[in-house]
């Protein structure tokens, strides 16, 4: 199979079968060497963040809305056409031979006229109109953000979600000392905060446990739980485990930490990366948050990293695009107002309980701090911070400490 029917089948798979495409291109591209991996992992995630806007330039050439594995192969061919270095007839002819025959005279046709083409149709006159093909996200959410955030915010936030997201490590000091590396491939952020010029998980640093990679903004919110040794610690929804890890490590592994998941395969993927990286004082509950009984008054520190719709790392899972609905929003908003309620009297007095999500929604962020302190008066918040994706491509994230007395 050449490359052009792999991406052609992987965008089947996260297009109509809702796959994630990490995962899916994971196990697809592996066979590739590297340059032909590189050029199929841009094809496919290019398509995604710009998949609206290839419709826009053949949407006048349509007298009726093409059949969904057509108007893929279509959105292929322009995508190559206008976003990639590859010559004209390439683009066309090989998109061509990926249709059945019955729609190859279509797909020509179309791409063909669109070659011709050497400016975009116009764009509508609405900024949120205009983001909404630009960026391929839904209207509902540019409105959301809109209402939320203001309108020039919804769209600079919409044309993050273009960037590619970068990998940000962090250094595990239970094993490495950072400040005695001294590898041009390496590029400090800050003291524990990385990039690696090359494939991190080629690297001896990974595979004897001396790094995770974890957002950079993402170890704000552990910072903010001011950790100290020997403390009890609660961590609600602990998977993947960098922030399980991160608490550990500024703790140096002293005292306990309970980490509770929900999936049976992602408890075996935490205690992989728990053993990776030598943490011993953590151990995994495999089962539901609102499930686990703890007597009152029993953790030091609490991180609720709850389940949240995931607008802040849109960037990092394009796909995500064609899967969000608006009313998934309102039953995540529930869950988390459960799980809060659920752990609300595990926590010590003067302790910290962070709530966090990685999503860009005031109903699951602020709003709803605002309604766990009105229900619980013993409650008061600390902190409240919305971290926004910024120019060095970062995640989005929310949290807000509280404590008790």
Request: aromatic share 8%; glycine share 4%.
């Amino acid at each position: 199979m050449n490359i052009r029917q792999t991406v052609y089948q992987l965008l089947i798979d996260v297009l109509i079968d809702h796959q994630y495409a990490n995962l899916a291109m994971r196990k697809a591209l592996n066979t590739y060497d590297a340059a032909t991996r590189h050029f199929g992992s841009a094809m496919v995630y290019g398509i995604l963040r710009h998949y609206n806007l290839c419709v826009h330039w053949f949407k006048p050439y349509l007298h009726k809305p093409a059949r969904k594995k057509e108007e893929i192969l279509l959105v292929m061919g322009v995508y190559q056409l206008k976003y990639m270095d590859v010559k004209p007839y390439v683009a066309i002819d090989e998109t061509v031979k990926l249709a059945k025959p019955a729609y190859r005279g279509f797909i020509n046709a179309t791409l063909r006229n669109v070659s011709k083409l050497q400016t975009m149709p116009p764009l509508p006159s609405d900024p949120l109109d205009r983001a909404m093909i630009e960026t391929s996200l839904p209207k509902w959410l540019l409105q959301l953000w809109s209402s939320q955030y203001g309108k020039e915010k919804a769209i600079e936030l919409a044309s993050n979600t273009l960037h590619e997201a970068k990998v940000f490590l962090r250094w595990n000091t239970l094993k490495i000392d950072p400040s005695s590396i001294r590898d041009p491939l390496v590029k400090p952020l800050n003291d524990l905060c990385f990039t690696y010029d090359g494939n991190i998980m080629d690297s001896a640093y990974y595979h004897l446990g001396q790094c995770v990679i974890q957002d950079k903004n993402s170890m704000a919110i552990v910072n903010a739980m001011d950790l100290k040794q020997d403390m009890i610690v609660l961590d609600g929804c602990a998977a993947p485990g960098s922030k399980t890890s991160q608490m550990a490590m500024l703790m140096q592994d002293s005292g306990s930490i309970t980490a509770v998941e929900y999936h049976p395969h992602r408890v075996e993927l935490l205690k992989q990366t728990l053993t990776r990286l030598g943490i011993t004082n953590t151990t995994c509950v495999c089962g539901s948050l609102l499930d686990q009984q703890y007597a009152d008054h029993t953790f030091d520190r609490i991180l609720l990293d709850a389940p949240c719709s995931g607008l802040g790392v849109l960037s990092r899972r394009p796909e995500m695009r064609f899967t969000l609905q608006s009313a998934t929003l309102d039953e995540l908003q529930q869950l988390q107002s459960d799980m809060l309620d659920h752990v609300a009297s595990w926590l010590k007095p003067q302790g910290r309980l962070v709530y966090s999500t990685c999503t860009l929604n005031k109903k699951e962020n602020e709003k709803q701090i605002q309604s766990f302190l009105n229900r619980h008066p013993n409650y008061h918040r600390l902190v409240e911070t919305t971290i926004f994706p910024d120019s060095t491509d970062t995640d989005g994230f929310y949290y807000a400490v509280l404590t008790t007395g």
